[in-house]
């Protein structure tokens, strides 16, 4: 009987271990996303549930999650036609999409540049090589140096179709595994000129933006994000491949919540909605 109850004992005490055993979600993506993801991840009240987060681009992130190899994809932008056909093909429904976070693209210079303003149509010829020296823009007679994401990542993606209204990068253009990478090489490089996301903005001169040469220019800031009128933002999302329960549900409740979005705030993105 004794020997009983000690068995007992032992199966309780494993079944109340696996009740508190800490779960693993794995987010996987957009590398403008990950510096936000990453401060979620340390912020998220429920220690019982831990992390694993990656960059790599939104599509790799995308990739991962119609491959099964990832909970969640972090995306700077929309998935494609194409790859929701993925999703569904492969497990019988399209994605569930959830917007996280705004965004406004910023473009950085050296901190030396004395550029004060640049328009859309300036910024798609800059990138597409039709202006190539930096005095056709008021400022030094040298040449432009382009400095762009790699083309597995959503901020490309968004910035060729929405900037270059889907024209070919320079070929002249030098393309970065991440926005910091960008940001580093802008600010080493006097003559640099590129963009990314608006948290990344350090050790970099920000250039205002305008839609033409008539109209205000502004800044990637939360105002000016939510009212429309900076004309490169985005909408940040997370995507899942069926609807969320249990604790991948109360980790996207808080991300979309209150406390999330100030996390948002504090990062230098922008919230997906007003509270």
Known sequence: MRFIHSIAFISLFFLMGAAVQQSTLTIKGSDTMV???????????NKNLTFQVTGGGSGTGIAALINGTTDICASSRPMKPAEVVQMKEKYG???????????????????????????????KEIFTGKIKNWKQLGG???????????????????????????????????????????????????????YGGAAYTVGVKEVP?????????????????LSGKYPISRFLFFYLKDKP?????????????????KVVNDVGYFPSMKF
């Open 209 to 225: 933006v305008a839609l033409d040469e008539i109209k205000t220019e502004y800044f990637p800031k939360e105002e000016h994000i």
């Open 35 to 45: 510096i936000l993801v990453q401060r979620w991840a340390e912020l998220y009240p």
């Open 140 to 194: 030094a007679d040298h040449s432009i140096i382009l400095y762009s994401r790699e083309n597995n990542s959503g901020t490309y993606e968004f910035f060729k179709e929405h900037v270059l209204s889907k024209k070919d990068f320079a070929p002249a253009a030098q393309h970065m595994p991440g926005t910091s990478a960008v940001v580093g090489a802008v600010a080493m490089d006097r003559w640099g000129i590129g």
């Open 245 to 261: 329960q249990g604790q991948m549900k109360e980790f996207i409740d808080w991300v979309i919540g209150k406390g999330g979005q």
């Open 93 to 123: 429904h399209v994605p569930i999409e959830i917007r996280v976070a705004r965004d406004g693209i910023s473009i950085y210079v050296h901190k030396e540049n004395p550029i004060s303003k640049i328009t859309m149509k300036q910024l």
